[in-house]
C-alpha cells in the first residue's frame, strides 16, 4: 500500500494537533489545582 506524502504530512499535523491539545488540558488542569491548593490551603 503505497500513501501519498500529503496523507502523511496530514496525518502528521492531525497527530501533532491532538498532541498539543493534550499537553494544554494537562497544564491546564495543573494550574487549576495549583490555584484551588492557593485558594483553599487547607486541601
Known amino acids: 500500500m503505497r500513501v501519498g ?3 502523511v ?3 502528521s499535523k492531525l497527530v ?3 498532541l498539543s491539545k ?3 488540558a494537562e497544564k ?3 494550574r ?3 490555584f484551588a491548593t492557593f485558594l483553599n490551603p487547607a486541601i
Open 5 to 7: 506524502i500529503l496523507e
Open 9 to 11: 504530512r496530514l496525518l
Open 16 to 18: 501533532e494537533d491532538q
Open 22 to 24: 493534550d499537553c494544554y
Open 28 to 30: 491546564r488542569s495543573e
Open 32 to 34: 487549576r489545582k495549583t
